[in-house]
């Protein structure tokens, strides 16, 4: 069983800035994948970045140029660098991992609050 632990959010003005963590722990194989997820009131989760072990990124295009992510293998650790933040951008961000051991295991973080204020 593997746990998620997430920091970082908080309030921030629109146009500031917000830096997440996520810690992962407890994993008996490596873990492949690991991102983040949004889910804002009364809409359903989206991804808004993911990274592999490579490095290799995905980002939702209303984030592309304003969120960075990366990633710390050896901590299992990863983090979402949010700049220019927008107000839109308020929502439960969701640190999830996933463990491909010949089976495909998803992970979940509790979330963490982002607020924005306009």
């Known amino acids: 069983q593997v746990q998620l632990v997430e920091s970082g959010g908080g309030l921030v003005q629109a146009g500031g800035s917000l830096r997440l963590s996520c810690a992962a722990s407890g994993s008996r194989f490596s873990i492949n994948v690991m991102g983040w997820y949004r889910r804002a009131p009364g809409k359903q989760r989206e991804l808004v970045a993911a990274i592999n072990s490579d490095g290799n990124t995905n980002y939702a295009d209303s984030v592309k140029g304003r969120f960075t992510i990366s990633r710390d293998n050896a901590k299992n650790t990863v983090y979402l660098l949010m700049n220019s933040l927008k107000a839109e951008d308020t929502a439960v961000y969701y640190c999830?991992?996933?463990?491909?051991?010949?089976?495909?295991?998803?992970?979940w973080g509790q979330g963490t609050q982002v607020t924005v204020s306009s």
């Open positions: 999830n991992a996933f463990v491909v051991h010949g089976t495909v295991d998803a992970y």
